[in-house]
């Protein structure tokens, strides 16, 4: 059953989480984008990262399942379909541990601005859709440094899954949640999949204090209010070019 878009303006956002800025042994700083497939996340990050690198801040940008030591592995287990929700996750879970060690941590006590397109949410979201224990993911996820600021795009999910389908000339196998044998047709496969994940991200706008951003408002307002938001809760000036 679809739900409804909050409006952006009208839910209060939750406070920095308190014990985790006490816990930071790092001088960086870390930005998540989350949302489902079609949410305007990724378009968003990028038109902030274009708009950081112009302005001369040191950044970092880092997407889900990027590390070259899984991709692979994980490119052939779509392939030829062998992946379980298990298997799947697990190599999620690799991939991340090997950006985490590699890129992410080492930039953060470097001092950077780390930008990523998905985080660990991404698995609570969509590992706990294809069945995986909520808890037990968590537990896999520990690891993970707390994000400064996680902005959750949310979308209606028909506008969502109309703006996917209609550019892409076909769905792939595990993105439609073939794999879970929810429906025949890929496109309504596609629909149920991502209504269990929209699901999944609402429960946790409150738990992991995601900021709520209506992925239905314009790209040039709705980036403004992120750049604002963004400000509001990381000192830029820190990341920001020294003067000479």
Not at 230 to 244: C, H, I, Y
Request: glycine residues 6%.
């Amino acid at each position: 059953m679809a739900t409804t878009t909050p409006d952006i303006l009208s839910v209060p956002q939750p406070a920095p989480q308190k014990t985790a800025a006490a816990k930071r042994e790092y001088p960086g700083a870390l930005v998540v984008v989350e949302g489902i497939d079609g949410s305007g996340k990724s378009t968003q990050l990028y038109l902030l990262k274009r708009w950081l690198e112009i302005g001369g801040y040191r950044i970092h940008f880092t997407e889900w399942n990027s590390s070259p030591l899984v991709k692979s592995a994980t490119r052939r287990g779509k392939q030829r379909r062998l992946l379980t929700p298990t298997t799947f996750s697990m190599l999620h879970a690799a991939d991340f541990a090997d950006r985490c060690e590699r890129q992410i941590l080492p930039l953060l006590h470097g001092g950077y601005l780390v930008l990523a397109d998905r985080y660990i949410y991404t698995a609570f979201a969509r590992d706990a859709a294809r069945g995986c224990s909520p808890h037990w993911l968590r537990n896999l996820y520990s690891f993970a440094p707390v994000p400064d600021i996680t902005f959750y795009f949310r979308a209606p999910l028909d506008v969502a899954v109309n703006r996917i389908v209609a550019g892409r000339p076909k769905l792939k196998y595990y993105e439609a949640g073939m794999d879970l044998g929810i429906s025949l047709d890929r496109a309504e496969s596609f629909r149920i999949f991502q209504e269990r994940i929209l699901s999944n991200y609402d429960q946790m706008i409150e738990t992991d204090h995601f900021v709520l951003m209506d992925g239905t408002v314009r790209v040039n307002k709705l980036q403004k209010l992120m750049r604002q938001l963004l400000g509001e809760r990381v000192d830029l000036r820190q990341f920001a070019p020294k003067k000479k």
